[in-house]
């Protein structure tokens, strides 16, 4: 028994840097596959745990500008990268773009560009139905919030889900290490930091301090930013469309997702790249994405279909929800 728990605990502890490790070792009984695989989750835990950091280190205009900045940064590589491309592949870029693209998405740490897509598939295949993988519908808010990404239903990656993209060596490898990202993200603000500290000490600024507000305190934000679409999308806003599931359109969502919030208008046409489908539904991604255009960098944006701006259409999903 002894000889078991110390397995079960060593194995775990590998996952935290190869996800992969040990696969066999996240398969206990079926009834108990939605239970919080906590020692696994340790490093969201403490993710949350080094926000407390900030009592201790300070903050800084530095800091706390570079805090913001990669909130930005990351949340458009979440949503235009791990969303509206490896999920689905709304737009087309190179074999270089696309890898550098999945390393800036996993400096989220949001796990593997494989894993975040196959899920993200899967919630469309069975939005808001019992196979859901995060619907607060059939689970509430908790589970669809952070519950479910902590489960070990939800550990590994189903690559049968996200074939297209499984066969880049690159990908794979990228998704099962998928803490070397943000440990590098880490290594960087520090020595960063560090050296502002020593050439220009008038900022104010640490290693340490650098550390706190550029990832643990961002990444938290961007964690639970991101996590609003799965949790609030299907519950709270209106929806425009009869999609046959719980899909609501949000401005203030899309306004600190950078565009997602129209979740009911991608539950409809979720190949768009563009998600605000009118003028007046701010999606800063696509507007980014449509710039990266301009330089070659991505190309065949797909486009909002004609039928999408059709009254009647639109007609019907406001009455199937009223």
């Known amino acids: 028994m002894e000889q078991t728990t110390f397995r079960t605990i060593a194995v775990s502890v ?24 906590w020692l696994r989750c340790f490093s969201l835990i403490n993710l949350h745990l080094g926000c407390l950091g900030a009592f201790l280190v300070g903050w800084s205009w530095t800091a706390v500008g570079v805090a913001a900045t990669l909130y930005l940064v990351r949340m458009f590589a979440i949503t235009g990268v791990y969303h ?40 469309h295949r069975s939005s808001d139905t019992p196979a859901d993988p995060h619907s607060p519908v059939q689970r509430g808010f908790w589970w669809s919030h952070a519950g479910w990404f902590m489960s070990s239903r939800h550990l590994l990656t189903d690559y049968k889900r996200i074939q297209d993209f499984a066969r880049f060596r690159e990908l794979v490898w990228l998704n099962r290490f998928d803490l070397t990202v943000p440990l590098a993200l880490i290594a960087g603000l520090y020595l960063g930091g560090a050296a502002l500290e020593h050439v220009a000490p008038a900022l104010q600024v640490t290693g340490l301090q ?61 190949s768009c790249t563009r998600q605000g489908f009118y003028w007046w539904e701010i999606d800063i991604t696509y507007y980014v994405l449509k710039a990266l255009s301009w330089t070659g960098l ?21 009455r199937a929800a009223a």
């Open 84 to 123: 509206r491309y490896f999920a689905h592949r709304t737009f087309r870029t190179s074999r270089l773009m696309q890898f550098v693209f999945a390393v800036l998405g996993a400096s989220s740490a949001q796990r593997g560009p494989l894993w975040w897509a196959a899920n993200h598939r899967e919630h």
């Open 210 to 270: 650098m550390v706190v507000w550029g990832f643990f305190i961002s990444t938290t934000v961007l964690f639970h930013g991101t996590c609003t679409i799965n949790s609030l999308a299907h519950i709270i806003g209106r929806p425009r469309y009869d999609t046959g599931d719980h899909s609501r359109n949000n401005f203030f969502l899309a306004l600190i997702t950078l565009g997602e919030g129209w979740h009911n208008n991608h539950h409809m046409y979720m």
């Open 298 to 318: 991505i190309w065949d944006l797909k486009p909002v279909p004609a039928k999408a701006y059709d009254r009647a259409t639109q007609l019907r999903g406001e």
């Open 14 to 37: 590998i996952q935290w840097f190869d996800v992969e490790y040990g696969a066999d070792a996240l398969a206990p009984a079926t009834d108990d596959l939605d239970r919080i695989h």
